[in-house]
């Protein structure tokens, strides 16, 4: 953690945030904000677009978990939550709500260091499979167009699948554009075909 980050405290007890703050104040010259108040919190986030968020709740129940949780951004920014005490139902709220790390037993400034670099690499890590999962996603659906782009033509020109992948990678080749939008072009001018 070597750059200088955007790290963003939500803590409503200053007693209780002045050690978190001296914490991450040793492990390099961040900067730092803390937000005391939860009205209007995803606003605030959004507007200071953080690198990371540290919640830090004495005793939270589920509904304000998930609430502060959802309103950090999980899926924008690694979310560090620390808990006095917790249960397995929050700690499944936790983990469904996209918390990077969820710390039990309160927040030491020892600890800031380890936690925030399992978070950051946690979040690495789940955007790299929400991109793969995204990818493969994509993938399947370009695949279930181009097999019914290859049904059109092998009823309307009476040729067999392998002919008609060929007939829609030419005509891609051809036009400078991927196979999948050739398809979905054929896909569509057949639909319109079709409509009475």
């Known amino acids: 953690m070597d750059k200088r980050l955007s790290i963003i405290v939500i803590e409503p007890d200053p007693e209780r945030a002045a050690p978190i703050v001296d914490g991450l104040r040793e492990i390099g010259d961040h900067d730092i904000r803390i937000i005391s108040e939860n009205t209007g919190l995803a606003r605030h986030i959004a507007a200071c677009r953080p690198d990371i968020v540290l919640i830090d709740l004495a005793n939270p129940s589920r509904d304000v978990l998930e609430e502060l949780a959802l309103a950090s951004g999980p899926t924008e920014r690694p979310v560090a939550m620390f808990v006095d005490r917790s249960d397995e139902h929050l700690t499944r709220a936790a983990v469904e709500a996209g918390i990077s790390a969820y710390v039990v037993d309160g927040l030491r400034p020892d600890r800031i260091k380890p936690v925030l670099d ?79």
């Open 118 to 196: 399992a978070a950051v690499a946690r979040f690495h890590m789940f955007q790299r499979m929400r991109a793969e999962l995204a990818a493969t996603r994509t993938a399947l659906e370009e695949r279930k167009v181009i097999d019914r782009a290859k049904a059109v033509l092998m009823k309307a020109r009476g040729i067999d699948e392998e002919a008609a992948y060929a007939l829609l990678r030419k005509t891609a080749m051809d036009q400078g554009k991927r196979v999948a939008e050739i398809a979905q072009q054929l896909v569509l001018a057949a639909g319109l075909l079709s409509c009475r």
